[in-house]
Nanobody
């Protein structure tokens, strides 16, 4: 059974930082590409950042320079370091694992940035 369990969300003031974690189980983590998405109510899920199995990263333009995605294959965990948070970053963040035809999602974690 595949599980992606996010943690690290919460309330932070504008300009602050949070680190999201996503612990994976039930998959061969090192061969999966991992990503963070976010979704506002009534809107489509949008890509925030992704990291390939080989460590290549890419970011949405709105977070480039502020967010950093990383992975620790020994811990089966992917991270999203979020710095200089803005109220517009208030949203639910989802962890995603994808490889070939396999695509899995976490349950989401809420990030709230107060102005």
């Amino acid at each position: 059974q595949v599980q992606l369990v996010e943690s690290g969300g919460g309330l932070v003031q504008a300009g602050g930082s949070l680190r999201l974690s996503c612990a994976a189980s039930g998959i061969i983590f090192r061969i999966y590409n991992m990503a963070w998405y976010r979704q506002a109510p009534g809107k489509q899920r949008e890509l925030v950042a992704a990291i390939s199995s080989g460590g290549r990263t890419n970011y949405a333009g709105t977070v480039k320079g502020r967010f950093t995605i990383s992975r620790d294959n020994a811990k089966n965990t992917v991270y999203l370091q979020m710095n200089n948070l803005e109220p517009e970053d208030t949203i639910v963040y989802y962890c995603n694992a994808f490889q070939g035809g396999h695509n899995y999602w976490g349950q989401g974690t809420q990030v709230t940035v107060s102005s």
